[in-house]
Antibody, heavy 122, light 107 residues
Framework: QITLKESGPTLVKPTQTLTLTCTFS??????????VGWIRQPPGKALEWLAL???????DYSPSLQSRLTITRDTSKNQVVLTMTNMDPVDTATYYC??????????????WGQGTLVTVSS | DIQMTQSPSSLSASVGDRVTITCQAS??????LNWYQQKPGKAPKVLIY???SLETGVPSRFSGSGSGTDFTFTISSLQPEDIASYYC?????????FGGGTKVEIK
């Protein structure tokens, strides 16, 4: 059974750095054609992709947020960490991590964590 | 960036109705289109990938079609448990992008 769970602060102050951890089980990030991504959703709004890290440690970022994001992995702990610098109230959202699967040439977020709500406020 | 335009943004239908949602990409994305269901307060769940492939365990009343720039998601017979928001997502190019969502309610 594949599970993912996000953890991190629920409240951060403006200008602070957010660090979120995704702890997963049921698969290995060392296996080919697998990745873990981060997606966020402001309250009442649509989903927004943030970053992806792949089985070969390749990384991709949303261009609009790339200067603020860093994604890393710890394969021994089955964890993926996302840091976002210079947080602003507009970054208030539920942050999800998800397993990114590559199947027969296509790619999609096949398994999702429950999400964690992060509020940015002084 | 590839823009994904979903319509309608919301709809109300009766149990048993056929429900159709459309998603238009701003450029050709071949078949690289996925559909997710998000129930209130829950994480999204993939229903359809590669435009028309049904994810394992997903009821057959859900289906998808299309290629290029125009895609359709259909619920053949709306059930009460289908109350949710539905999102399309393209995986043809980075950055990965989602549609604005369609909220489905029971009439």
């Amino acid at each position: 059974q594949i599970t993912l769970k996000e953890s991190g602060p629920t409240l951060v102050k403006p200008t602070q750095t957010l660090t979120l951890t995704c702890t997963f089980s049921g698969f290995s990030l060392s296996t080919g054609e697998v990745g873990v991504g981060w997606i966020r959703q402001p309250p009442g709004k649509a989903l927004e992709w943030l970053a992806l890290i792949y089985w070969d440690d390749d990384k991709d970022y949303s261009p609009s947020l790339q200067s603020r994001l860093t994604i890393t992995r710890d394969t021994s702990k089955n964890q993926v960490v996302l840091t976002m610098t210079n947080m602003d109230p507009v970054d208030t959202a539920t942050y999800y991590c998800a397993r990114h699967s590559m199947v027969r040439g296509t790619e999609y977020f096949q398994h999702w964590g429950q999400g964690t709500l992060v509020t940015v406020s002084s | 960036d590839i823009q994904m335009t979903q319509s309608p943004s919301s709809l109300s239908a009766s149990v048993g109705d056929r429900v159709t949602i459309t998603c238009q990409a701003s450029q050709d994305i071949s078949n690289y289109l996925n559909w997710y269901q998000q129930k209130p307060g829950k994480a999204p769940k993939v229903l359809i990938y590669d435009s028309s492939s049904l994810e394992t365990g997903v009821p057959s009343r859900f289906s998808g079609s299309g290629s290029g720039t125009d895609f359709t998601f259909t619920i053949s017979s709306l059930q009460p448990e289908d109350i949710a928001s539905y999102y399309c997502q393209q995986s043809h190019n980075l950055p990965l992008t989602f549609g604005g969502g369609t909220k489905v309610e029971i009439k």
